[in-house]
């Protein structure tokens, strides 16, 4: 599919580069999260325990969403260190996808027929406490900087690969330049169709999807998909929606992911206010994940026949392209699981 003839990017979308200010300033002690809160200091050890372990990061945009005084918020949950992180879990690993194995050169994880990934960096806008990749070794392990040259040599000799994924840590924190040389270079790649670009920012920090972002993605031969990240109805608000129709306006395809929490969407209301809020953005509901399961999230995880029983729930009520798609990532695993309704 063409994208659609060039537009002006007009001032009245640029943010002269607000979101870096914003990325800047986001809350990284748990007694400041607290007190913005208004919630009791009786959660302060373990916030700060949890956040030895993984450190916490919430922007501006998002914690504005969140309910003050409100320990419950589905928000917060997905973003508050708490002494449970420190359990050691049976069944729950610092590689619970087996990223590592699948990793031929530093930062590229080739898993599925057709397309690679390229971890570009380690570094996100917010610090969720179920991230997969929350002891993933980027200091090592990633294709930014100095191995982006490997990178591209890997993608260039496997003529097999037509899209390729940026991801992280979120490839939407690095500079515009330097994303747009990346671009370039893939697109320089004959047999290189498609980019897939998975980031958190246009949720948590739309002022991220600025007229520098946006005329580097318009000016790009390749077809563009980018895949957000939102688990809770409550996180999209005007500004998510305006970011939104600002990326569909240079012809990127909107799809979602979502991890299923406990305490945080694990109920049928949620996940349908979700889609439907989703798609009123010009979002397709996407993936609905069970809990990848790393060490330090085993408190999140919903067990399956629960989502199983959630998925027939939404199948029941909204129509099936509204319906995310319930899966489970397997390490060593040729495609993602696919998870079917239940029946009982």
């Known amino acids: 599919m063409n994208k659609p003839p060039a537009q002006a990017i007009t001032s009245r979308h640029a943010h002269q580069a607000a979101w870096r200010v914003l990325y800047a300033r986001a809350v990284t002690d748990a007694a400041e999260l607290l007190r913005r809160l208004d919630l009791p200091l009786s959660l302060l050890p373990g916030a700060r325990a949890g956040s030895d372990l993984f450190p916490l990061r919430v922007p501006e945009p998002l914690l504005a969403r969140m309910r003050r005084g409100d320990p ?27 990223d590592l194995q699948a990793m031929p050169v530093p930062g590229v994880l080739h898993k599925y027929h057709g397309r690679a990934l390229v971890i570009v960096t380690g570094a996100c806008a917010v610090n969720c406490r179920y991230c997969f990749r929350r002891q993933f070794p980027y200091g090592d392990a990633h294709g930014g900087g100095g191995r982006w040259g490997e990178a591209l040599d890997y993608l260039r000799r496997h003529t097999s690969i037509n899209e390729v994924i940026l991801s992280g840590g979120d490839p939407l924190v690095l500079p515009d330049g330097k994303l747009a040389a990346m671009v370039d270079a893939l697109a320089a790649i004959p047999h290189v169709r498609r980019l897939r670009i ?60 979502s991890v299923l929490l406990r305490g945080v969407n694990d109920d049928e209301d949620s996940l349908f206010s979700l889609s439907e809020r989703l798609f009123a953005m010009g979002v397709l509901p996407y993936y609905l994940h069970v809990l990848d399961r790393v060490q330090g999230g085993a408190h999140f995880l919903v067990d399956e026949e629960r989502a199983r029983q959630l998925l027939e729930r939404l199948s029941r009520n909204l129509p099936g392209y509204l319906v995310p798609r319930l899966v489970r990532e397997d390490a060593g695993a040729p495609y993602k699981t696919l998870l079917s309704p239940s029946t009982g």
């Open 72 to 98: 419950d918020d589905p928000i917060l949950r997905q973003v508050l260190p708490v002494d449970a992180e420190s359990a050691v879990s049976t069944g729950f690993s610092a590689d619970p996808v087996g």
């Open 198 to 257: 998975h980031s958190r920012l246009p949720v948590v920090l739309p002022q991220r999807v600025d007229a520098a972002l946006l005329r580097w993605i318009q000016a790009t031969p390749l077809q563009t998909v980018m895949v957000l990240h939102a688990n809770h109805p409550n996180e999209l608000d005007t500004a998510v929606a305006e970011a939104c129709q600002r990326l569909a306006g240079v012809g990127v395809t909107l799809l979602n992911q």
